[in-house]
């Protein structure tokens, strides 16, 4: 399920009018860029299975002061958790962990399902070893070159596209368990990361230390120009 968008009282009213779910709200302002980022995170919260029985829903408060006032919204992001139209829990601020901790007990007291089984680490790590030689140049980012969907790989992009480097991408926000297990299998806990010939190279701050030394042209391959062929 995507991340709904309320724009309207109507709107609101024909959301939390669904009884027998739950919701989480969040009251977000458009000037405020963490609330941005806090957006993709549901956005990635209510794609996920073990979240059916959850409604993910974003609030512009400033749109809506009505229900604002009545949510005792005082600042932004703020994130309202409801069961049916009952509120149950609040989370102030953009604080992704304990966000991702709370949607995890009210999915749990919304519905009973199995939690599949963790694939060994074993297993794991043959998948991101593959993943990580699976093109000559291959860089780990959240989005697609054409639609990056944080500053950093979208820097890193235009970066590659000013020296003509030819590389492959990877989505990792399409793939949770690559996302999660890239870290620890990299020991690199941020995205995106840059692999070449199997090996990491790094993040964008290296990247920018290796334009800087005029490293990059010689480290990662170029587009071939056709017209030198």
């Known amino acids: 399920m995507s991340l709904q968008d309320i724009k309207t009282a109507d709107d609101f009213k024909a959301i939390i009018s669904k009884k027998t779910r739950s919701h989480v709200l969040h009251f977000w302002a458009p000037w405020a860029p963490q609330c941005e980022q806090m957006n993709e995170v549901l956005e990635e919260l209510a794609k996920d299975s073990h979240h059916e029985s959850i409604t993910f829903a974003k609030v512009k408060a400033e749109s809506v002061p009505d229900i604002s006032l009545q949510y005792k919204i005082a600042a932004v992001p703020t994130f309202i958790f409801l069961k049916g139209d009952s509120v149950i829990d609040r989370l102030d601020g ?136």
């Open 94 to 229: 953009a604080h992704v962990p304990e966000l991702r901790k709370k949607v995890k007990a009210l999915a749990g007291s919304s519905a009973t399902y199995m939690t599949p089984p963790t694939a060994p680490k074993e297993e794991l790590n043959t998948k991101l070893k593959r993943l990580t030689n699976s093109a000559p140049c291959i860089l780990f980012m959240k989005g697609t070159p054409e639609e990056p969907r944080c500053g950093f790989s979208k820097q890193t992009v235009a970066m590659f596209s000013k020296h003509n480097i030819e590389f492959s991408s990877f989505n990792i926000l399409a793939d949770e368990e690559v996302r999660q297990g890239l870290k620890e299998y990299s020991d690199w806990p941020t995205y995106p990361q840059l692999y070449v010939n199997g090996e990491l190279i790094g993040g964008l701050d290296i990247l920018k230390e290796m334009e800087t030394n005029e490293e990059l042209d010689k480290v990662l391959p170029r587009k071939q120009d056709l017209n030198q062929r």
